[in-house]
């Protein structure tokens, strides 16, 4: 299968098509093809740039890879230090032949660069949205290839769907790896319901009978566990059940999570913290309680549940640092740790041979975000972290628990339907006008006062759709309106693929700001313009 896909890469690669998707299911060995193609690369004297979504993984990977290539590899992200981040700008000037890197790495200055790897392409850390330069390093890597006449492979078991309709309409190769190394089966997927799990019940099961007994079956297998929740914390919310009153941050429009460990409430926005509440403040009553939980309160759970595993945490509050992330992933390597508990940088393409089982505990968290990619993220985030199970020698098992076992991205997860998947939210993405057939632009408004955050918006939402007409949607009420005591208002644009219009409606786009700046009271609105948008 390996030889299959390479064979097609280079095909592609031959007949002048410089970007070839690298569609390959989880444990299917696409780590072995970069190492092949880099190889290549550099034996021709050429520099090659591998893009990983997530700092952390750069440690993860560079060991594998010096296994397989044998040479010095070069690192370049944001927690380098700023000798060493020149000593990697020196090394890409001379001419060094690998470098690993996050998304910033497109920004180094190759001398001769010949091969780009995007690995888990799909992935929105890719995208750099809190700060100017707005920008896809996935789509940058591309660009920069381009210029450079280098070519471009994107990794991924879950590819995002824009790469996978540009595939499937030939502007990129394609090569396929459907079985895993081995051709060891994927992991097998049980539902479990939790709303009959807790039917009748005061307090929700956070684990199941189901899940109890395939944990302690692996534990005495020997076998690893991976456990999912995408949440830290101990518990997301402290609420009144008189009132329903719960507690908010005073600066954002979101709920504080507790973290037990701090024993403070916590804005996960603004970093905002104080003690938990003793009485409701709207009712003045001491019916107020922590409900949900965090992967915090589940390794607390755990600790309980199974007194003779070894059990630890990965998740923002326990890997801060390069060195912590890395601690863990090496306990977990060697088998020090039994249950790894943990929030989605576990599905950043972590690689174990012992992992036999993977219990995600709350699926519905990530289904209904109000996104028109909320589908394809919670599939891939899913399948993911469903891949990190039996990798090696035997098939893994996973228990996704839910309380909607009808969602659609359940059926397609369960059956690992990638292209059914993909084919619906291109059909439903054509209906409305979504990216891949169109491009998006998002204008976020944000004054300190409510009044003239409307103002503002409502005022160059007229003057764009003057312009553009009903390209133009807005203004939007965003589902979090105040961050940082800054009230959000966004403007949405649906263009065309068309560059001429693009630059049109950019240059609209700076005039019309400056016209609402000059606007009484409007002098310190702040305008955020975010193209492609994730």
């Given amino acids: 299968d390996q030889e299959d896909a390479l064979r097609n890469i280079k095909t592609s690669f031959d007949a002048n098509t410089n970007v070839v998707l690298l569609h390959g299911i989880t444990g299917s060995g696409k780590t072995r093809i970069y190492s092949e193609l880099i190889r290549e690369a550099v034996e021709a004297g ?29 690192l370049y992200h944001s927690r380098l230090s700023q000798k060493e981040r020149i000593e990697t700008w020196k090394g890409a000037i001379s001419g060094a032949p690998v470098t690993l890197a996050a998304r910033s790495g497109i920004f180094l200055p190759f001398k001769n660069l010949k091969l780009v790897i995007v690995d ?21 890597a591309i660009w920069l290839a381009a210029q450079s006449n280098a070519k471009v492979i994107l990794g991924s078991a879950t590819p995002s769907i824009e790469s996978w309709f540009h595939a499937k309409n030939q502007k990129y190769g394609f090569a396929n790896l459907e079985n895993r190394y081995g051709d060891i089966p994927l992991p097998e997927i049980e539902l479990v ?45 402290q609420h009144c059940s008189n009132c329903h009153w719960h507690a908010m941050c005073p600066n954002c429009d979101v709920s504080l999570t507790y973290h037990k460990y701090l024993n403070k409430l916590i804005c996960h926005y603004c970093g905002y913290q104080r003690q938990l509440f003793e009485t409701c403040p709207d009712c003045e009553k001491a019916t107020i309680s922590l409900r949900g939980f965090g992967t915090e309160k589940l390794e607390m759970e755990l600790k309980t549940m199974y007194p003779q595993a070894r059990i630890k945490r990965l998740d923002l509050d326990t890997a801060r640092t390069k ?9 977990f390597e060697l088998r020090e740790i039994d249950i790894l508990v943990g929030t989605q940088m576990l599905s950043k393409g972590l690689d174990f041979d012992h992992v036999g089982l993977v219990g995600i505990l709350q699926a519905d968290s990530i289904f209904y975000y109000p996104d028109y990619r909320s589908n394809e993220r919670a599939y891939q985030l899913l399948t993911q972290v469903a891949g990190r199970a039996g990798r090696k020698n035997k098939q893994g098992k ?19 339907d990638y292209t059914g998947m993909a084919e619906k939210e291109i059909n439903d993405r054509a209906l409305s006008h979504y990216p891949p057939f169109t491009r998006l632009i998002e204008i976020t408004i944000k004054h300190k006062k409510p009044a003239q955050a409307d103002l503002a918006a409502v005022l160059i939402t007229r003057s764009l759709q003057s312009s553009f007409g009903e390209r133009v949607h807005g203004p939007l009420l965003p589902s979090i309106a105040r961050i940082r005591n800054f009230y959000l208002r966004t403007v949405m644009i649906k263009m065309e693929k068309n560059s001429k219009l693009i630059q049109e409606v950019k240059m609209q786009i700076k005039s019309d700001i400056q016209e609402v700046l000059k606007q009484p009271g409007l002098s310190s609105t702040r305008f955020n313009v975010d193209v492609d948008p994730d």
């Fill in 398 to 416: 996973v228990i996704l628990q839910s309380y909607n076992l009808q969602h659609d991205v359940i059926k397609y997860v369960l059956h690992y």
């Fill in 323 to 331: 060195s912590s992330y890395q601690e863990l992933l090496d306990q």
């Fill in 120 to 140: 888990e392409e799909h992935d929105p850390s890719y995208k750099q949205s809190e700060r100017d330069p707005r920008y896809q390093a996935r789509d940058m």
């Fill in 46 to 74: 050429g520099q090659v740039l591998y893009l990983l979504p997530e700092i952390a993984l750069t440690t993860h990977l560079i060991s594998r890879l010096k296994k397989s290539l044998g040479q010095n590899l070069l």
């Fill in 193 to 237: 319901d939790l709303y009959a799990e807790n039917k009748g019940k005061e307090t929700p099961v956070i684990i199941t009978p189901t899940l109890d007994e395939t944990i302690v079956r692996s534990l005495r297998q020997n076998e690893q566990i991976i456990l999912f929740q995408n949440r830290r914390g101990y518990a997301p919310q």
